[in-house]
């Protein structure tokens, strides 16, 4: 195939013969006399247009011997520059346009294009855009800025980045990150957000197919900035302090202490402690229950025991983390370039350094250090590298309110002097205070202090080098390989010394107490585990470009092959009996086992012995390209075939096929065309295909090793996949339809994009019969959905004088639905997961939906949940959360991610001054909220403030949905109301994202440019279609509280 | 001529990538992968202990009357279907398959590996001793788990109408997409006889843990089987057989009886055990030891009987728990012991009328139980009164073992009119002898899903 590129390539060439009457060659710069590449020339009234390269130069054979050339490029101004015969070398001058289009140039990793000429659909996101946000990482600033990126809340705490919703419902939904050419294997932590020059994001098939079955959930692409040739030295330097508020806590919805007192007294009094009072493994009881239990024993007297419960009544557990375990946080970053460039060697370098100290005193430290250059050998010939360094480092700090188990809401971590207090951890206050007759470590639980003795640190440094030779082998001919090595190695080490509540415990629980001999299995000291992850990636790639203008004809295309591989070694180890300032451990016997010191059970010492070594390799073929006629009209098409070495696949499901092709009209440009309030118009349209094997598409069953059997010592196996010859591809079709304009003066530009998505035979986890043996669900081509979608980008010049006035306007409107279920799922249990929404199966239904039980109303008498059977109030709880309700007797809500979502950004600048706010939103969707689930309460201290509002007495089913406590578990009278209507809610909200202030101190002397800013971020939702102040985006998870603002004070200089 | 020069070296550098490719992509992604098809990979597929030896059903023994539950702990079950089960309710008895603890889903995972383990020695050919080991070890690992099932989810073996009982889905073969069908009671004991059979002559005689079946192990389970099936002669034989490879007995005499856990276990289990399967750990039966042992059934355990202290530990509210586990923790077992085989023989000899020998084997048994000073051996010359005192020491012997459910269900079979009473916050709960109860619900959602057919209710 690609020989036949080649062939075809060179016959174009060969059958080109150019005649003209005048050469005039020249540079475009813009107003900073940087060079500016890509600009459009074209002599006026004529057809052929040429570009300028990469050092803004151009040439061009005109017509006429005399007239007008005309140079075009978006973000700048429309320039004509008359020429004749002696008109010599020109230089034109570009001035920015005021709606400050951020970038002309889309990069997909492979190539970069005009925007203007590509059919694919691209959004991209300038540095100045980027940068209007401040912080360590970059792709937390992404969902604020960007087109079509939204982040999915919903269904886990960590969050869910999508481009353009769902592609695929199993496996991994993350969009690809590439950081210039290749996809980043590392921690995309290590990237400073800094050298970041441009991103864009590759959102239909055309875009991505580029990049094969990685790209199935859209891809980004990080392009980072790189020196530039003919430029003096220059230095940019940023540098910025910004203080985070303490997280709020009292978002956390925690039961008062005065309840969670009542309902323990009243458990107590029922005997519902009684099995584990009366333990033999003396578990956990809590303060209350201790002190209530030793009254009845007499060990403490009825009076003292009330005067001590009495007195936590008023205590909130949060108060003292708020005041004395939570600071604000602090962060630092200092980022300095230079860069310089001569006429045949570019350079930048660049050293970048963040020091964060987060709310609990942990910190993470970055060094990056970034050396780039291209060198041009000869004409033809030009080598780039690249070589990037990251040195990261985190430590633990102190515990939070999630940090600590069993955080009861009257427990207290310091008294009244700030001195630690324990809290119970394994075992009730009473029975460790007198235990082993002091014959064993302290076995209390300090929260305040612990962290001093606990810690974890992790060590990454990744070095990131690349080669690139590009040559020229014909004019417009290119041949590069490019060469990209990585190596990120992550050390952890997790101490647990001498001190820690962890090592202590452990030491414990293995002593040996036979009279007055006392015998340590597990010695004193430290507990220290180590970890190690090393991995080293490759890349490597052959690539033809070729690129020219014959006339009317303009032909980009591409053609190459990759092979990649990503190597992961790691091992894990832990050492007993650590001393640190000796480096002395003991030696264990783990194929023993030792009684407990308080049950007497048998149990092994832990053994945190591991080995992993993954290997993955990549094998890919690609070919790219696109003609224009006359500037008009323009064809695409794509196409890619990757192999790797999954386990298992079969050798014909090893390559995978996606192809796309497209094309695009610039209207504007045809005679007919006459819009004179829309003089540009561009239409596209683009269609591909891509498909996607899943690693449980074994040909074999497969199995994996496991460590050894405790009992025979030899090593161990599981089943890991099965084979199962039903398993299809799953395959997925995208139509990308799009209009690009601009309104006269550039007043209003942007582009409308609508997409239809067809995913078919789509992967999912299937309940099965069970007895196969297999496992309860299996994977399968469980559905085919229909994803349609809009995405509007618009930006607008608003106000245009000494004020001026700019909008950019991000909306995507999203629709998904089941068009073809393959299994037969009617349970209603399948469809009321409690906090992660499941797939559901409903023809017509979104993939990801919100289905509740429909509510009956606390009973008026004893004011318990009731909920329909068959039609019927009923408080049957077994059957309606078992196979008594099926999915049609559910109430349904509506999709569970966002359908309508987006962001604003609103920038004003007057003089110097210039104020950036951005807006985010998301609407049309569900949630589901937690309430107090009374089995949790009772198990495992699980409160909730709801329970404040629970039913007492006959009447106020009126007023509350919050069932009656009867003190007794009914896990799935639970289920019921966690699952019921009353708890659904409306996800839609608007957050105010950031504020960012900056001045330009424009008279400096002796620097060339000199801001200073102010930035506020993360500063909370400013309108919720909800009632029970929730923050949806922040629901998921227990003890979940708001991200906290943040205030940015920074200086950014040029010299 | 320069453009083929050029063209030469842009083609040559392309066929320099793309050959060795194929090798390329030939190495493991993951080493820690592999197909089983080498005796080395079937071994440790059944080195997996936590799938074959364990998690063994718990639902009988919780619907048992080895033990009572107080109003309080019943009503903090976690589970309703807990509840619902120690209840007797005739439906919705088993945790949901999303749960832990489905043991509908767990007895099946088991018998999943032994059918690939049994199909992949075929498949790749292999033979000889060590082959025919794991072939003998997972025919083994395979009808232990038919045979603690068809005792919870299928009515009692009755020679009468066995060919027409529902018993349990035999899946022999690993491929998932054979549907499930019950069989008949006769046929799942007939696969689970078949199976020790086959087994018997493949098996070791002795193996580096009680983890893996040997000879006494298959023969034991015959023994059960046997047992249960009212087939006393063959019972008799296959205990006796089995007895000949492991006669281990603890000295009760020799132990600490203040220990939490007396009866000593090396590595977690104790040397009394031929065959080692445990039991699923529920929340009902060994959590905490909630499970408290009814006074009546304690004070079976008359004077200078060390069980009595050894088997049970006074808690704090005064009432009587387990401690006798085999496994030196709270963990139970239903596999194999020389004390279930010993009284496997004593009952068999009764039934047949073998009055002395049914004395010989109790004694043999019961000199370790009990204080070697007060013991007065049994001598029995009425079968009927030995019969009698043989299931006496039985039941005394054997709790928490899994055996009493299947137990009460075969002595009703012959006539016994044991009935089980309950009563769960003043309501009395009452299961009469031969109930279609004693045929465990099969998980309702499984039914929902699958051609299965539920148990009559």
Not at chain 1, 199 to 217: V, Y
Not at chain 1, 411 to 436: E, K, M, V, W
Not at chain 1, 448 to 465: I, P, Y
Not at chain 2, 11 to 19: G, H, V, W, Y
Request: aromatic share 12%; hydrophobic share 35%; proline share 4%.
């Amino acid at each position: 195939m690609i020989r036949g590129l080649l062939l075809f390539l060179g016959t174009i060439i060969l059958g080109t013969v150019a005649h003209a009457q005048l050469l005039i060659k020249g540079t475009v710069v813009d107003s900073l006399n940087n060079t500016i590449a890509e600009v459009t020339v074209a002599e006026k009234g004529q057809p052929r247009v040429v570009r300028t390269n990469e050092a803004g130069e151009f040439e061009i054979n005109t017509v006429a011997n005399k007239g007008t050339l005309v140079f075009s490029h978006v973000g700048y101004r429309l320039s004509t520059q008359d020429f004749h015969a002696d008109v010599g070398q020109l230089k034109v001058k570009l001035e920015t346009s005021a709606a400050q289009i951020e970038e002309v140039t889309v990069s997909t990793g492979y190539q970069n294009i005009p925007k203007e000429r590509s059919t694919g659909s691209f959004s991209v996101v300038g540095e100045e855009l980027f940068n209007q946000q401040v912080g360590t990482d970059i792709l937390s600033r992404l969902p604020s800025i960007a087109n079509s990126i939204v982040m999915d809340n919903g269904n886990s705490s960590s969050g869910q980045m999508m481009v353009r919703g769902l592609s695929t419902i199993n496996g991994p939904k993350d969009p690809l990150i590439v950081v210039d050419n290749f996809p980043y294997d590392g921690d995309i932590n290590n990237i400073n957000p800094n050298i970041v020059e441009s991103i864009t994001i590759l959102k239909d098939a055309a875009a991505s197919s580029i990049w094969g079955a990685r790209a199935a959930n859209g891809v980004v692409v990080i392009t980072t900035k790189t020196g530039k040739y003919n430029q003096p030295i220059r230095m940019e330097f940023n540098s910025n302090l910004t203080v985070g508020d303490k997280p709020d806590l009292y978002y956390i919805p925690q039961m008062s202490s005065a309840d969670f007192i009542d309902v323990e007294s009243e458990l107590y009094e029922r005997g519902f402690y009684n099995s584990k009072i009366n333990a033999i493994s003396k578990p956990i009881i809590s303060p209350v229950i201790d002190l209530l239990d030793q009254m009845d024993n007499g060990i403490i007297s009825s009076e003292e025991a009330r005067t001590q419960i009495h007195a936590l009544r008023n205590i909130d557990a949060r108060d003292q983390f708020v005041q004395s375990i939570y600071k604000p946080s602090f962060n630092q970053q200092y980022f300095l370039s230079a860069n310089g460039g001569s006429r045949n060697f570019s350079w930048l370098s660049s050293i970048g350094y963040d020091r964060n100290k987060q709310t609990l005193g942990d910190t993470y430290q970055r060094i990056n250090l970034r050396f780039q250059n291209t060198y041009q050998v000869t004409e033809g010939l030009s080598i780039g590298t690249n070589i990037y360094y990251t040195q990261a480092q985190n430590n633990s700090g102190r515990y939070g309110y999630n940090d600590v188990p069993n955080l009861l809401p009257y427990l207290q971590i310091a008294d009244t002097n700030g001195d630690a207090l324990p809290i119970p951890r394994d075992h009730r206050h009473s029975f460790i205070r007198t235990y082993g007759n002091g014959k064993l470590l302290d076995w209390n639980y300090y929260p305040l202090t612990d962290w001093q003795h606990h810690t974890s640190r992790g060590h990454t440094s990744d070095v990131l080098a690349n080669l690139q030779i590009r040559y020229e082998v014909l004019k417009g001919l290119m041949a590069s390989v490019n060469y990209q090595y990585e190596r990120q190695n992550g050390l952890s080490t997790n101490l647990s010394d001498e001190n820690s509540y962890a090592a202590r415990d452990y030491v414990n629980r293995f002593t040996q107490i036979s009279g007055e001999e006392v015998t340590y299995i597990v010695p004193k000291g430290g507990i220290m585990d180590k970890s190690n992850r090393l991995l080293n990636a490759n890349n490597l790639r052959g690539q033809l470009s070729f690129s020219n203008t014959y006339d009317e004809h303009q032909i980009d295309a591409i053609g190459g092959m990759e092979i990649r591989r990503s190597h992961m070694a790691s091992y894990s180890d832990r050492f007993y009996g650590y001393n640190p300032n000796n480096l002395t451990f003991a030696n264990m016997d783990y194929t023993r086992s030792y009684p407990n010191v308080v049950t007497g059970g048998g149990a092994f010492i832990h053994n945190n012995q591991t080995l992993g070594d993954v290997d993955t390799r990549f094998v890919s073929q690609f070919a790219n390209f696109a003609y224009t006629y006359r500037g008009l009209y323009t064809l695409s098409g794509s196409a890619r075939r990757d192999a790797s070495n999954l386990f298992g696949l079969k050798t014909n499901d090893q390559w995978n096929p996606f192809w796309s092709i497209g094309g695009a009209w610039k209207l504007s440009n045809e005679n007919f065309y006459h819009l004179d309030f829309l003089p540009y118009l561009n239409l596209r349209a683009t269609y591909g295909f891509s498909g996607n094997v899943d690693p449980g598409m074994v040909a074999v069953n497969t199995i994996r090793f496991m460590s050894p059997s405790v009992f025979t010592r030899r090593p161990s196996a599981r089943f890991d996949n099965y084979y199962n010859p039903h398993l299809r591809w799953e395959t997925s079709k995208m139509l990308n339809l799009a209009i690009d304009f601009r309104s006269k003066s550039n007043r209003i530009t942007g582009s409308v994009e609508y997409f239809l998505k067809n995913g078919e035979n789509l992967f999912g986890r299937a309940p099965i019969d069970y007895t196969t043996g297999v496992s309860r669900s299996i994977l399968r081509n469980v559905a085919n959905m229909q994803g349609t979608g809009w995405d509007f980008e618009i930006r607008s010049e608003n106000l245009n004088g000494g004020f001026k006035w700019n909008t950019l306007l991000n909306l995507s409107l999203y629709r998904d639905e089941i068009i073809d279920y393959h299994l037969e799922r009617t349970l209603a249990q399948e469809y009321v997961n409690t906090y992660s929404p499941p797939i559901s199966g409903i023809e017509g239904k979104p993939v990801y939906a919100i289905y509740a039980y429909k509510w009956a109303g606390l009973d008026p008498v004893t004011g318990e949940a009731q909920g329909y059977l068959r039609g019927e109030v009923s408080k049957d709880y077994t059957a309606i959360t078992g196979v008594g309700t099926s999915v049609d007797e559910l109430e349904y809500y509506g999709s569970a991610i966002p359908t309508k979502y987006g962001n604003m950004i609103n920038s004003f600048s007057y003089k110097d001054f210039n104020l950036q706010i951005g807006l985010t939103y998301k609407f049309g969707y569900w949630f589901r909220r937690r309430s107090i689930n009374y089995t949790e309460l009772f198990n495992n201290w699980r409160g909730h403030s709801d329970y404040a509002k629970r039913w007492k007495t006959p009447g106020d089913e009126l007023i509350t949905n919050v069932p009656v406590n009867q003190y007794t578990t009914n896990s799935n009278r639970d289920r019921f109301y966690e699952g019921s209507n009353v708890l659904v809610e409306k996800g839609d909200h608007i957050r105010l994202q950031y504020i960012n202030v900056g001045y330009d101190f424009k008279r400096l002397k002796s620097f060339k440019s000199f801001q200073v800013y102010v930035n506020i971020h993360n500063i909370g939702v400013i309108w919720k279609a909800n009632k029970a102040n929730i923050d949806p985006d922040f629901n998921i998870g227990l003890g979940r509280v708001v991200n906290p603002t943040n205030y940015s004070f920074g200086i950014r200089a040029g010299i | 001529m320069k453009l083929n020069y050029h063209q030469i070296i842009s083609i040559s550098f392309l066929a320099i990538l793309i050959s060795g490719c194929d090798k390329f992509l030939e190495e493991k992604s993951d080493k820690s992968l592999g197909t089983p098809n080498t005796l080395e990979d079937f071994k440790a597929l059944m080195d997996d202990w936590s799938y074959l030896n364990s998690n063994f059903c718990s639902m009988g023994e919780a619907s048992s009357d080895n033990f009572y539950l107080t109003d309080e702990d019943y009503n903090g079950l976690y589970y309703e279907s807990d509840q619902r089960l120690y209840a007797w309710r005739p439906d919705n008895v088993s945790r949901p398959a999303s749960s832990a603890g489905n043991e509908w889903s767990l007895c099946y995972r088991g018998i999943y590996v032994c059918n690939s383990i049994l199909f992949g020695i075929v498949e790749n050919n292999l033979s000889g001793p060590e082959a025919d080991q794991v072939k003998g070890q997972a025919l083994v690992f395979r009808a232990a788990r038919y045979l603690d099932g068809v005792q919870v989810w299928a009515p009692v073996y009755n020679s009468q109408t066995a060919d027409q009982d529902l018993g349990m889905v035999l899946r022999l073969d690993p491929d998932m997409n054979i549907p499930s069908l019950r069989s008949t009671v006769q046929e799942t004991y007939d696969q689970i006889i078949a199976d020790l059979n086959e087994a018997v002559p493949l098996l070791p005689i002795t193996a580096v843990a009680p983890t893996l079946p040997t000879k006494a192990g298959a023969h034991g389970l015959l023994a059960r089987a046997y047992l249960i099936m009212g087939d006393y002669s063959r019972a008799l034989t296959e205990a006796e057989n089995a007895l000949t490879y492991h006669t281990e007995l603890i000295d009760f005499n020799e132990l600490d009886k203040d220990a939490v856990f007396p009866i000593p276990a090396i590595n977690q289990i104790s040397r009394e055990v031929v065959f080692f399967t445990r039991m699923y750990s529920s929340e009902i039966v060994n959590n905490l030891n909630i499970a408290k042992i009814p006074t009546s059934l304690y004070e079976m355990y008359t004077e200078g009987d060390l069980r009595k202290d050894i088997y049970f530990r006074m808690d704090d509210t005064g009432a009587h728990v387990f401690k006798g586990t085999h496994m030196g923790h709270r963990g139970l077992i239903t596999g194999i012991t020389s004390s279930e085989l010993l009284l496997i023989a004593a009952e068999c000899n009764a039934r047949l009328g073998n009055a002395m020998e049914a004395a010989e084997a109790l004694n043999r048994l019961l000199i370790k139980r009990w204080d070697r000073n007060l013991f007065v051996p049994y001598s029995f010359n009425d079968p009927d009164i030995a019969l009698t005192m043989v299931l006496e020491e039985r039941r005394k012997e054997l709790l928490f073992r899994g055996l009493r459910w299947s137990d009460i269900k075969r002595l009703n079979r012959d006539g016994a009119s044991l009935v089980l009473n309950k009563v769960i916050n003043g309501k009395q709960y009452t299961l009469p002898p031969n109930d279609v109860r004693y045929a465990i619900a099969i998980p309702e959602e499984l039914i929902e899903i699958t051609e299965i057919q539920q148990n009559p209710r």
